[in-house]
């Protein structure tokens, strides 16, 4: 009876590592899969924000060659502005404290700032037109 029990014990260990190994393999699954759908949608989301900085930055050239430097700036504030707006409401949801911290040693007043920031411009904004 002994000898029975000790297989019995045995098996028991088996089959517990064998469901911490299915578990373990299925959450490494699981896992992959979940990032291999979010990078793409991740990878979009970073692209269009790309391709927005460099229609920006396009625009602020063609301001600023051809003379129009007080509405190359007033669209610099604008656009500084929406972000701050943007930050802020990230802030005033919710937000990793790695991101926190590294907005906070780049710019350690900034996020104070956030908590109660305000857009001086509203929902919109129209561009002068260059004389």
């Known amino acids: 009876m002994i000898i029975e029990g000790n297989k019995l014990g045995i098996l028991t260990i088996v089959v517990l590592i064998l469901i911490g190994g299915s578990f373990a393999v299925g959450s490494n699954f699981g896992q992959r899969l979940m990032l291999a759908r979010t990078t793409p949608e991740l990878n979009g989301v970073q692209?269009?924000?790309?391709?927005?900085r460099i229609q920006d930055e396009r625009h602020l050239q063609s301001l600023i060659s051809r003379g129009c430097t007080d509405q190359a700036a007033a669209f610099l504030d604008y656009s500084e502005d929406k972000d701050m707006q943007l930050l802020s409401g990230f802030l005033k949801g919710k937000i990793d404290a790695d991101t926190l911290k590294y907005v906070h040693d780049r710019d350690s007043n900034l996020v104070d700032t956030l908590k109660t920031f305000k857009s001086k411009y509203g929902s919109s904004w129209f561009e002068k037109a260059c004389s």
């Open 47 to 52: 692209a269009m924000l790309a391709f927005n």
